[in-house]
């Protein structure tokens, strides 16, 4: 089956700049997070959306980031203005429900968009 | 919320030896634990998972075991191979609570640089 599609890959923008990065999820999957990866740490979970509503975003920096689900399957988290400390690879994923516990319910990641802030 | 600690953070064994990756986590809520492993600018991949109401889980080369009581649970890399140099994640986490936002969010551990050197 295709995977979760992310773009840009690479991204490098000026610091006080904007940035946008495009998820498209397993077709199917109602669950989709958002996950920053800063060199040498594990994934942090920035937003989640089920369906096309937000399920937890209390990680999100929601002065400068925003992330939106209008339609239920693609989405798009923005970065305005960045920060240095925001380069990091942004990994995207789905899964089929939000609740990890379910028994064959895993979670599907991007390729990440690696962004640096300059 | 949920803290994971993982050690150690680099590990580097000869082919043929065993691997063995720690983890522990704070909430004894938590109730599913999977492994991923990451190569160098790839995806995070899924490569095996243990629920809590199990001790232990084999498939193939590698096996993860649960301590409930201690909290901790560990990752076993048997007759280990050059290819199996990567990052290894460790995550935990819960089942949602009363349909609050806890909707099964997965905490990463800090990530282990396994090298296997022919």
């Known amino acids: 089956e295709a995977g979760v599609a992310q773009s840009p890959r690479y991204k490098i923008i000026e610091k006080r700049q904007s940035v946008a990065f495009w998820c498209n999820p397993i077709?199917?999957?109602?669950?989709l997070y958002w996950y920053q990866q800063i060199l040498g740490q594990g994934p942090k979970l920035l937003i989640q959306?089920?369906?096309?509503?937000?399920?937890?975003d209390s990680q999100l920096p929601k002065d400068r980031f925003s992330a939106e689900r209008l339609k239920g399957v693609d989405s798009t988290l923005k970065i305005q203005p960045a920060k240095l400390e925001d380069s990091a690879v942004y990994l995207c994923?789905?899964?089929?429900?939000?609740?990890?516990?379910?028994?064959?319910?895993?979670?599907?990641f991007g390729e990440g968009s690696w962004l640096t802030v300059v | 919320g949920e803290n994971v600690e993982q050690h150690p953070s680099t590990l580097s064994v000869q082919e043929g030896d065993s691997a063995v990756i720690k983890c522990t986590y704070s909430d004894s809520a938590s109730n599913y634990f999977p492994w991923y492993k990451q190569e160098l600018g790839k995806r995070p991949q899924l490569i095996i998972d243990i629920r809590s109401n199990v001790g232990e889980k084999k498939d193939q080369r590698i096996a993860v075991t649960l301590n409930k009581t201690a909290k901790h649970f560990s990752l076993h890399i048997t007759e280990t191979q050059p290819e199996d140099s990567a990052v290894y994640f460790c995550?935990?986490?819960?089942?949602?609570?009363?349909?609050?936002?806890?909707?099964?969010?997965?905490?990463f551990g800090q990530g282990t640089i396994l090298t296997v050197h022919p």
């Open positions: 995550a935990a986490s819960m089942p949602p609570l009363g349909g609050g936002t806890s909707y099964g969010k997965l905490t």
């Open positions: 077709s199917g999957h109602a669950t």
């Open positions: 959306f089920q369906n096309n509503g937000v399920v937890d």
């Open positions: 994923a789905s899964s089929l429900f939000p609740w990890t516990t379910v028994s064959g319910n895993t979670i599907y």
